[in-house]
């Protein structure tokens, strides 16, 4: 071959690379992203089961009767409230979005070396059954007047200006809602999402960040 002959070759890798790498990394991101739904409607599953079988209550209302549990959780514990539904969950990975690189997926089990630190996504410690539309799970990846929340109780009312920092999604995410639903939104999304959450006889609303 020729030296002009493989710059031309050189160049056609050259721009097809610049061509088809970005829908490579843009279809990678929308696969961990159709990931994420699918784990977050498994915990919404696992929430029905729990109902199912607990008298119509989601297990943070069941918890309330379980004073060692409950002042984990309320003290910022997550990982608690999701050993108390590893019978429903199956497996711990479920609860780690692949699009987290801050938190390493869990192991094997709920217990060894199982802590907040494999946990991508917050719950809702005032989840009710009786409101579908309520906000139950949802990333973790949230931001109040632009600082990022840190781990323990986020306490919002529905005047509360939320947003998704930029680590996963695209600056969007994904929440789970008490009817079993998933639903990707934006900033805007969730904060109406918020809105519709804290619409009952609560003022406020408390999410438990991991």
């Known amino acids: 071959m020729t030296l002009v002959e493989v710059l031309v070759i050189i160049f ?3 721009v097809a690379a610049a061509i088809f790498l970005p829908a490579l990394a843009a279809a990678k991101r929308k696969h ?4 994420c739904v699918n784990c977050l ?3 919404g599953l696992a929430f029905r089961v729990w109902e199912g079988d607990n008298d119509d209550k ?7 009767t379980n004073a ?3 002042k984990l959780i309320t003290n910022g514990n997550a990982y608690v409230f999701w050993q108390m539904m590893s019978n429903e969950l199956a497996l711990p990975t479920i609860l780690h979005c692949p699009e987290d690189t801050e938190h390493p997926e869990a192991t094997n089990n709920f217990s060894t070396g199982f802590s907040d630190a494999n946990i991508s996504y917050f719950f809702n410690l005032d989840g009710n059954e009786a409101y579908p539309q309520m906000i139950l799970t949802g990333d973790d990846n949230l931001a109040v007047n632009g600082v990022r929340v840190p781990p323990g109780i986020l306490n919002l009312s529905k005047n509360s200006f939320v947003t998704w920092t930029k680590e ?12 079993g639903s998933v639903q990707q939104v934006t ?3 969730f904060n109406s999402a918020l809105a519709d959450s804290t619409a009952t006889n609560q003022p406020a609303i408390r999410f438990v960040i991991p």
């Open 32 to 35: 961990s992203r159709i990931d």
């Open 168 to 179: 996963r999604h695209n600056g969007a995410g994904n929440i789970g809602v008490a009817d």
């Open 58 to 64: 989601f297990p943070m209302e069941i918890a309330a």
């Open 68 to 70: 060692d549990a409950m």
């Open 187 to 189: 900033s805007p999304g």
């Open 12 to 14: 056609v890798i050259a």
């Open 41 to 43: 409607k498994e915990i």
